[in-house]
């Protein structure tokens, strides 16, 4: 019988657990941290964001962890940590395909979407390879005084009279349990402790559904040696286009390539549901069967692939969607994806994880002083989090059901991606520019998104509302001006935040991050011209 205690029981060792569970032992906290699996071991979830960055880099500050700051952009990381695989994210791709034709596109990109997220290579995005990056970081908590037990399968957590959690189950044949004061759930979409308190499933109340079928692969062509007159199907943009996540928009969905530097590819197919009897497809068809019928609708993807080799089996997951009644209890929360996921389309997933880790560890910290998110007890108070945290994926589940109502039409999909980047790129403006004046515990509770922020609630609540009204006006002759009066709308919209020059005619969809143009609109930020003078800097990122 294997017989332990802690103060905190993490279960699940992705990123998200194994960095918070390094948090919270730097403040004495005693931290088991369970795993299921072994590491290395494979996981999805691999583009990171500007705002992942900004997390990291404020974790890096606060609780002296230098490795997370070279985490957070990819000149560090290669410099600092180049024993983990990444691969460079300079912003977002997109082009809309037609089934059983070419990629066509013009000089004016009518089918192609680049929004660059950084000024340069050396601050850029990252693409991580998680299993490199969660068993380092795993690694990491161990060298620091975690305990880390792999291998455990739990079937009982349960809340004693004492007010402590008994944690049990199985360790390679063997009884295995736990004591803890607080558990914090990061299994992922299995949920542990919303099925063990039975906690409601709501994931039915989501209209959307979609299946994935992933991948690693090596020896995929680049996108630009398969288009047809490359010169005028990917005139020159902000970046490389592959040196991105790229998302190619289909008629059952879309497929994302992530690009990482020692070559090899993670791609994927979201596929609406409605879809696959359609395309002869049932959930218990082999992987590669459902991958290679993707791609044979689309004769570039098709062309891209040819001669690309599979490094792991192929994997397939029904449903994507995910979400239950609550995130948070008595003693008890869950990381984001253990309590919803909609869709990895804008790579909000390590973003959001990493927010969800900045509250724990500020609320763990309030633990020791007189806080009124602490009773008299020592107890806790997680229910603002798990607001939160229920409102943010309320916010995200709005924004992606709106975009996949969009995707038909990539003039419609380009303006409610608008929304999208507008609203983020507010907020990293914002928290690069005041980091000095805004203290981490405001950045770290603003809600994801835009979530909590009435009028942005209500943006892209009214976004969505006007999108399922132009869905069902499709065949109609209203249809083209209905278009019009949504992209004129998201335009007035977002102006009020349109730090970044979205919707500007003379880009041709190609926005790169360009200075000046935040410099020219200081005021939307509060800021006179010599105010964004004196803090312009900042705006570049520290490399």
């Known amino acids: 019988m294997s017989e332990r205690q802690c103060d905190v029981a993490i279960l699940g060792s992705g990123f998200a657990g194994s960095i918070l569970a390094r948090v919270l032992n730097k403040m004495g906290q005693r931290v088991s941290l369970i795993e299921k699996a072994r590491h290395p071991r494979f996981a999805l979830g691999e583009s990171s964001t500007p705002l992942a960055a900004l997390c990291l880099e404020r974790l890096a500050h606060r609780y002296d962890l230098s490795d997370l ?15 983990l695989r990444c691969g460079l994210k300079r912003g977002f791709s997109f082009y809309r395909h037609t089934a059983g034709r070419v990629f066509e596109n013009t000089s004016k990109n009518d089918h192609r979407l680049l929004v660059a997220a950084s000024p340069s290579d050396a601050v850029s995005d990252c693409q991580w390879l998680r299993e490199d990056v969660d068993h380092f970081l795993v690694e990491k908590a161990v060298e620091e005084g975690v305990d880390f037990v792999d291998l455990v399968n739990l079937d009982r957590c349960a809340r004693g009279p004492s007010g402590r959690w008994r944690l049990s189950g199985t360790r390679q044949g063997s009884p295995y349990e736990l004591e803890s004061d607080f558990v914090i759930d990061g299994t992922g979409r299995s949920g542990l402790m919303s099925h063990q308190l039975g906690i409601a ?62 070559g090899r590819v993670s791609a994927g197919a979201s596929i609406r549901k409605d879809c696959m009897s359609r395309l002869g497809i049932r959930s218990d068809s082999e992987p590669e069967r459902i991958w290679a019928t993707v791609l044979h609708r ?30 948070a209890g008595n003693g008890w929360a869950a990381l984001p994806h253990s309590f919803a996921f909609v869709d990895p389309i804008f790579s909000t997933g390590i973003a959001w994880s ?38 943010e994926a309320d916010q995200i589940l709005r924004l992606i059901e709106g975009t996949y109502r969009a995707m038909h039409d990539f003039d419609l999909f380009t303006a409610q991606s608008f929304l999208y980047f507008s609203t983020v790129s507010f907020l990293e403006v914002q928290q690069r520019l005041f980091s000095d004046r805004v203290e981490a515990e405001t950045m770290a509770w603003r809600g994801f998104l835009g979530a909590g922020d009435p009028e942005l609630e209500q943006m892209f609540m009214e976004a969505k509302s006007r999108l399922d009204s132009l869905s069902q006006a499709k065949e109609s002759g209203d249809y083209p001006v209905l278009t019009d009066s949504f992209k004129t709308w998201i335009q007035q919209r977002i102006a009020c935040r349109n730090v970044i020059g979205l919707d500007d005619p003379t880009r041709n969809n190609l926005y790169p991050v360009d200075l000046d143009v935040m410099r020219s609109r200081a005021d939307l930020l509060g800021l006179s011209d010599e105010e964004m003078r004196s803090r312009y800097h900042l705006l570049r990122g520290r490399e």
């Open 69 to 83: 700051f070279d985490l957070a952009a990819w000149g560090r990381w290669k410099k600092g940590l180049p024993q």
């Open 201 to 262: 499933n709501r994931t039915d109340s989501i209209t959307l559904e979609t299946s994935l079928v992933f991948g690693h692969f090596d020896r995929v062509r680049p996108l630009g040696e398969v288009v047809e007159s490359p010169l005028e199907q990917l005139n020159r943009g902000p970046y490389e286009d592959e040196s991105a996540a790229v998302h190619h928009l289909l008629d059952e969905g879309w497929l994302y390539l992530l690009r990482f530097d020692d």
């Open 298 to 327: 689309y004769p570039t993807l098709e062309a891209q692939f040819e001669g690309a080799r599979a490094l792991r089996p192929l994997e397939f997951v029904e449903r994507v969607q995910h979400r239950f009644d609550r995130a």
């Open 354 to 391: 990493l927010l969800a880790v900045e509250r724990l560890a500020q609320l763990f910290e309030s633990r020791s002083a007189d806080n009124r998110e602490v009773d008299s007890r020592g107890e806790i108070d997680f229910s603002r989090y798990g607001r939160l945290l229920e409102a």
